[in-house]
Every structure is written in structure tokens, then in C-alpha cells.
């Protein structure tokens, strides 16, 4: 089976930046994905990692360490608009995926 | 190019009766999902499907619900029966044939209230 462990909530400030962690247990493994969701919206992608190491778009940079099976988000020059639900997801085969319960990020002035 | 289609948003069904919801994928996408969210709770993979085709129903409950995406039309989650604890937002998803990045795209879900 598969399990994915992120912290419930975290706050932080506008202009700040913020780090969500995310480990992970699963039975096979092709890549970690990031998704966000804001309150009553669709979840969107925001980043998707396969190998070892840091992807960056934009504000938004995603790293994976598959040995560790850890991936974090990391959010930077945040924004009120940011404030929003995120979620890793592991895909352990075919094109499921499989998603932590997210993070609740709140960005105060 | 359209997004991932959902219908109803909102439905409202007494226990026992039946909710189909339906998902209609981005044009070209051939791979549709379907995930459950409970309020507060992460999405719960519940169907993998390709036309005419379920490739996982691992998440699936084993009574009451089924899904479709015939050759035709659009894709069906179907639940009969409905209990109070099928409440809940049904998002459906879809990706291309062969995505390099894993995305899905999601339709903006449809919430069930049971009665």
C-alpha cells in the first residue's frame, strides 16, 4: 500500500518563504507530484519530480530525494493569493496517484 | 481546448436513491480518474479508466458503485443506493496517453449531499 505524511497546517508570513515536507511509503515509486487547492476549487498541478533533486518554476521549486522517499515544496516571495490547501502525491504505478491528506498553508500579512 | 467537464456540481439525493455523475475529459485525453474527497480529508483514488476500458478499480468500494467511459460520451461514476456517508466532493480527472510530467487535470468536482 501507500502512505504519505505532509504537517496539517502551516502559517507564514507575505513575502515570506515556506518549506512543506512530505515522506512517503509505497510499494513502487515513479515520481512525487505537488498540487494545490484552494477552498472549494479543483485540485491544479504544480510540480512533478522523477529523479533526485530540485525542480523550480517560478516561485514555486519542488525537491525529491528518493533514497530518503522525501520530498518537500518550497514557496517562495509568498503571496495572500497562496494561502491554499497542498498536496504530494506518489505515483506507484500506471498513471494513479495516490495523495497525502495536504497542508493547509495560511499566508498573513 | 476546454477543461475537464463535470456534471452536476452540486447533487442532492435522498439515501436509497441513485447519483450519476458525469466527467467529460479534456479533448485528447484518453485517461480519465475518479477521486473522493471527504471535507478537511485528501483525495481517495478510487477508479483508473480508458475508453471502453477499467485499467484499476482498486479504490473503488466493492458494492453500490461502478464507473463507465464508453467508446461514446462521457465518462459515469454511478452510485446506487445512496448513503449518508457518500457525501462528499467527486472530482474526476484526465491526462493525455502518454503525459511526461504525471499531470492530471482535474474538472471541478461535483458535490454530493445524501439526505
Known amino acids: 500500500g501507500q502512505s504519505l505524511e505532509q504537517p496539517s497546517e502551516v502559517t507564514a508570513v507575505e513575502g515570506a518563504i515556506v518549506q512543506i515536507n512530505c515522506t512517503y511509503q509505497t510499494s513502487g515509486f515513479y515520481g512525487l507530484s505537488w498540487y494545490q487547492q484552494h477552498d472549494g476549487g479543483a485540485p491544479t498541478f504544480l510540480s512533478y519530480?522523477?529523479?533526485?533533486g530540485l525542480e523550480e518554476t517560478g516561485r514555486f521549486s519542488s525537491f525529491l530525494s528518493r533514497s530518503d522517499s522525501y520530498g518537500y515544496l518550497l514557496l517562495q516571495e509568498l503571496q495572500m493569493k497562496d494561502s491554499a490547501s497542498y498536496f504530494c502525491?506518489?505515483?506507484?504505478?500506471?498513471?494513479?496517484?495516490?495523495f497525502g491528506t495536504g497542508t493547509r498553508l495560511t499566508v498573513i500579512p | 481546448n476546454a477543461g475537464v467537464m463535470q456534471n452536476p456540481r452540486h447533487l442532492v439525493r435522498r439515501r436509497g436513491q441513485e447519483a450519476r455523475l458525469r466527467c467529460s475529459p479534456m479533448?485528447?485525453?484518453?485517461?480519465v480518474y475518479w477521486y473522493r474527497q471527504l471535507p478537511e480529508e485528501g483525495l481517495k483514488f478510487m477508479v483508473y479508466l480508458q475508453k471502453e476500458n477499467i485499467i484499476d478499480e482498486s479504490g473503488m468500494p466493492k458494492e453500490r458503485f461502478s464507473a463507465e467511459f464508453p467508446k461514446e460520451g462521457p465518462s459515469i461514476l454511478r452510485i446506487q443506493q445512496v448513503v449518508r456517508g457518500d457525501s462528499a466532493a467527486y472530482f474526476c480527472?484526465?491526462?493525455?496517453?502518454?503525459?511526461?510530467?504525471?499531470?492530471?487535470?482535474f474538472g471541478p468536482g461535483t458535490r454530493l449531499t445524501v439526505l
Open positions: 480527472a484526465s491526462s493525455p496517453v502518454a503525459g511526461t510530467n504525471n499531470e492530471q487535470f
Open positions: 479533448k485528447g485525453h484518453s485517461h
Open positions: 519530480n522523477a529523479l533526485d
Open positions: 502525491a506518489v505515483s506507484a504505478g500506471a498513471n494513479n496517484l495516490f
